[in-house]
């Protein structure tokens, strides 16, 4: 059996602007600032006795060919592998896996492109995971997302994630272990029960393009500010960002909110958090939430239907954590 695991990602600045149809056309390309977090993906890889695929996740399938997978990341994952006969694969979330706005079906295609390749005996790097990654969800499945989901979880750690028609590059920012215990201190995660589809919300077009474009223009420069923010510790101002990052973004589109979500907002600031906006594109599952180190104690006793967790930081990236064909 081989497991491989996959951490998901809170992003602090600049999501959106790594949707190609931005990055590609902006002289600077987009970038985004962000950071793997400890809930993660496992998967599981698996010889059988027969040549069947058995995949578990949310449902279970058993077929003859692969092509037959209803799961197209598990089906694509495959293909590009070349693991096509004899496996069973097991999917396992740390937290709800789908519209949690953490890149989670991003994570579970890395992680599945991990465990097949070493299944396979092949030792991969974790830019070529980033890389395979998007071939399936952009180039094959013709997902509306953008690129930071697949390199945050291939390379773990606080990034800026620069994306253009040349290339993505990957640059750990320079954070001191006391910087980091702050962060994961300061910084929670607030669950708001709902779920929406990413993709839906990224494919919708813009009621005004022009105001679009210019909105992403500023989230791209919030995350040249919250990347100096992060490495000098002003996470005080990071938070404020957060809040500015909102705005920007909920005039993007009208999905990106709602009033139950606008309501648990305005609850979460007037309780004394310095920021927060919606991780992922929008309507998405968690808040991240700035505030002073006891602000997450407050939150629990205010909002007790809000699972609130800590923002606790892996600097690992995709990983075999065990393999018995070694």
Same mark, same amino acid.
């Given at each position: 059996?081989?497991?491989?695991?996959?951490p =998901?990602?809170?992003?602090?600045?600049? !999501?959106?602007? /790594?949707?190609?149809?931005f990055?590609?056309?902006?002289?600077?390309?987009?970038?985004?600032?962000?950071?793997?977090?400890? %809930?993660y993906?496992?998967?599981?890889?698996?010889r059988?006795?027969? /040549?069947?695929?058995?995949?578990? +996740?949310?449902?279970?399938?058993?077929?003859? %060919?692969? *092509? /037959?997978l #209803?799961?197209?990341?598990?089906?694509?994952?495959?293909?590009?592998?070349?693991?096509?006969?004899?496996?069973e694969?097991?999917t396992?979330?740390?937290?709800?896996?789908?519209?949690?706005?953490l890149?989670?079906?991003?994570?579970?295609?890395?992680g599945?492109?991990n465990?097949?390749h070493?299944f396979?005996?092949? &030792?991969?790097?974790?830019?070529?995971?980033?890389?395979?990654?998007?071939i399936?969800?952009?180039? @094959?499945?013709?997902?509306?997302?953008?690129?930071?989901?697949?390199?945050?979880?291939? +390379?773990?750690?606080?990034?800026?994630?620069?994306?253009?028609?040349?290339? %993505?590059?990957?640059s750990p920012?320079?954070?001191? *272990? #006391? @910087? $980091?215990?702050?962060i994961?201190?300061?910084?929670?995660?607030v669950?708001?029960?709902?779920?929406r589809?990413?993709?839906?919300?990224?494919g919708?077009?813009?009621?005004?393009?022009?105001?679009?474009?210019d909105?992403?223009r500023? $989230?791209?420069?919030?995350?040249?500010?919250?990347m100096?923010?992060?490495?000098?510790g002003?996470l005080?101002?990071? !938070?404020?960002?957060?809040?500015?990052a909102?705005?920007?973004?909920?005039?993007i589109s009208?999905s990106?909110?709602?009033?139950?979500l606008?309501?648990?907002?305005?609850?979460i @600031? #007037?309780?004394?958090a310095?920021?927060?906006? =919606?991780?992922?594109?929008g309507?998405?599952?968690?808040?991240?939430?700035?505030?002073?180190?006891?602000?997450r104690?407050?939150?629990?006793?205010?909002?007790?239907? &809000?699972?609130?967790?800590?923002?606790?930081?892996?600097f690992?990236g995709?990983?075999?954590? +065990?393999?018995? +064909?070694?």
């Amino acid at each position: 059996m081989i497991i491989s695991r996959t951490p =998901l990602r809170a992003s602090f600045c600049g !999501g959106g602007t /790594d949707i190609d149809s931005f990055s590609y056309n902006e002289s600077g390309g987009g970038m985004v600032v962000s950071a793997a977090v400890k %809930n993660y993906i496992h998967v599981t890889v698996n010889r059988r006795f027969d /040549d069947k695929i058995r995949v578990s +996740y949310s449902k279970l399938e058993l077929v003859d %060919n692969f *092509e /037959d997978l #209803e799961h197209d990341l598990v089906r694509e994952a495959m293909r590009i592998t070349g693991i096509i006969s004899g496996v069973e694969i097991t999917t396992i979330a740390d937290i709800p896996s789908k519209g949690t706005g953490l890149g989670s079906s991003s994570s579970v295609t890395v992680g599945l492109l991990n465990a097949l390749h070493t299944f396979a005996g092949h &030792n991969v790097s974790a830019k070529k995971l980033a890389e395979e990654a998007c071939i399936i969800e952009l180039d @094959i499945l013709k997902q509306p997302i953008g690129r930071q989901d697949q390199y945050a979880a291939a +390379y773990g750690g606080i990034n800026s994630i620069s994306f253009s028609s040349k290339g %993505n590059v990957v640059s750990p920012l320079d954070v001191s *272990e #006391e @910087i $980091i215990d702050r962060i994961q201190d300061e910084f929670s995660l607030v669950f708001t029960g709902i779920s929406r589809s990413a993709s839906k919300i990224l494919g919708e077009s813009p009621t005004n393009y022009d105001d679009k474009i210019d909105r992403l223009r500023k $989230i791209r420069l919030q995350a040249n500010k919250s990347m100096k923010m992060l490495e000098i510790g002003d996470l005080k101002s990071l !938070g404020m960002l957060l809040s500015e990052a909102w705005n920007q973004k909920r005039g993007i589109s009208s999905s990106v909110s709602n009033d139950e979500l606008d309501l648990l907002y305005s609850q979460i @600031i #007037e309780l004394g958090a310095s920021g927060a906006k =919606l991780l992922g594109a929008g309507g998405g599952v968690f808040f991240i939430v700035h505030g002073n180190s006891e602000f997450r104690d407050i939150m629990k006793v205010a909002l007790p239907s &809000n699972k609130i967790i800590p923002l606790i930081l892996d600097f690992e990236g995709s990983t075999i954590i +065990y393999n018995s +064909y070694s």
